[in-house]
């Protein structure tokens, strides 16, 4: 999941450029605009809730027949049927992942950032740089805002970190769940990790911000030319890899927190991990400067490859030929998910989980793992179960007028 959640904030940034720039040429106002954004975010939060329980239902099945199951972070804590109500209680608030970051990333960049960098967009002013091309007012502020958002968060947590990014005391903050409002706040915009012992905050709002605002910042270069956009995205996506080596290798604790060249692996007290793996060993929670270069470089070009000409995509399929490099047929295919992308996340997770988990807890009890080569087959049957869903679905919210409720979901 490493290269999912840059793409989700960086191309989150986009679309929210290309969605208030397509209302206003619809005459929406701008306070209309606001409010889908905090409808959007609200539900964001509410998604959150949901795509978490399904994989703890077939643990709550295991139990409910007898069995015991471990807490994922405190080994020596053992839910059961004596206790099995805290476990009901973890499921619903036990972890605030990805969707609850975006619906945090949404709100602020939607309030705060999104109008002002609209009117930068009016101004004509551009900045030429050579190699990359031209760069206009409001690229440019998601460039810096992105800068400064992943400089304060490396600072703050290697600072932090007493100098030892694998130190485990839990009597010392921040390995210690939080105790007041002050730590919880730090816990969801800056220092992920457990919340009063009830949850755990895995996305910190900041950096991820930073990601979002340079999407935006991307979405506005579409708006001006999308061709020279794609061009650009390439190039970028070249030079974040080398600075990636050049951080990586030269960087210290500056962009690195953990890993290569910490000597930090993933080994206990000897680090006796292979090298390459602790060189790719990068911090996701918080995202680490390396980990945003690396993963966004890969973003960045995959979305300079689907974007190729190689075959062109009939203009009924959209105005981004996102995709084109494939025949019609299998990006028309791939497209029919990405039009309903919050539907399938959250519908998906919920079948997996029932449908496959509770049967293979049935079968072999509380542990309901299956080897990746088993879970492959598992997956394909999952994608073309939900392709006709996903297709009624998507038609269904075509018909809908444009502020219609169901375009959120």
């Known amino acids: 999941s490493d290269i999912c959640a840059p793409g989700f904030y960086f191309t989150m940034g986009i679309s929210m450029v290309l969605f208030t720039n397509s209302r ?19 539900i964001l939060l509410v998604v959150g809730r949901l795509v978490n329980p399904p994989f703890m239902v077939p643990n ?5 027949l007898g069995g015991a199951v471990e807490d994922w972070r405190n080994p020596e804590k053992v839910y059961n049927l004596s206790n099995v109500d805290e476990y009901i209680k973890k499921m619903v608030i036990g972890v605030f992942e990805v969707m609850t970051g975006l619906a945090l990333v949404m709100l602020i960049a939607g309030v705060f950032f999104l109008f002002p960098m609209f009117r930068l967009y009016r101004e004509r002013r551009k900045v ?28 703050v947590i290697v600072h932090y970190q007493h100098g030892n990014p694998r130190t485990k005391d839990e009597n010392i903050w921040p ?14 915009f800056l220092i992920p990790g457990p919340v009063r012992n009830d949850t755990y905050a895995s996305y ?23 061709e020279q956009t794609q061009i650009k995205l390439g190039k970028i996506a070249i030079m974040f890899l080398i600075l990636f080596f050049i951080i990586r290798t030269f960087g210290g ?8 060249p910490r000597h930090d692996g993933r080994g206990d007290d000897q680090f006796h991990v292979e090298w390459i793996i602790e060189y790719f060993y990068m911090s996701k929670y918080p995202p680490s400067i390396s980990y945003a270069l690396f993963w966004l470089s890969m973003n960045f070009g995959l979305i300079r490859l689907f974007s190729t000409k190689m075959f062109d995509m009939p203009d009924h399929v959209g105005d981004v030929r996102i995709l084109s490099f494939m025949p019609h047929k299998i990006s028309k295919i791939l497209l029919i998910y990405g039009r309903v992308p919050l539907f399938f996340y959250t519908l998906h997770f ?3 989980c029932t449908c496959f988990g509770i049967p293979l807890v049935l079968v072999n009890g509380v542990d309901y793992r299956v080897p990746l080569p088993l879970a492959i087959p598992f997956w394909i049957v999952l994608i073309i179960v939900l392709y006709p869903i996903c ?14 409720w169901w375009h959120l979901i």
Do not use: C
């Open 391 to 404: 297709l009624r679905y998507g038609k269904f919210k075509q018909s809908k007028p444009a502020d219609s």
């Open 204 to 226: 910190p709002v900041v950096p991820w911000l930073g990601v979002t605002l340079l999407g935006m910042g991307f979405g506005f270069s579409f708006l001006e030319n999308r």
């Open 175 to 188: 390995n210690r769940p939080s105790e007041n409002l002050w730590e919880d706040f730090l816990r969801f």
């Open 253 to 260: 604790s500056v962009g690195n927190l953990r890993g290569y």
């Open 60 to 64: 709550l099945v295991g139990i409910l």
């Open 128 to 155: 030429i740089v050579k190699f990359l091309g031209t760069f206009i007012p409001a690229e440019v502020t998601g460039w810096l805002f992105f800068v400064l958002l992943f400089t304060v968060s490396n600072i």
């Open 350 to 352: 919920w079948i997996i």
């Open 24 to 42: 206003l040429n619809k005459l929406w106002s701008w306070n209309a605009i606001m409010r889908h954004f905090f409808l959007r975010s609200i």
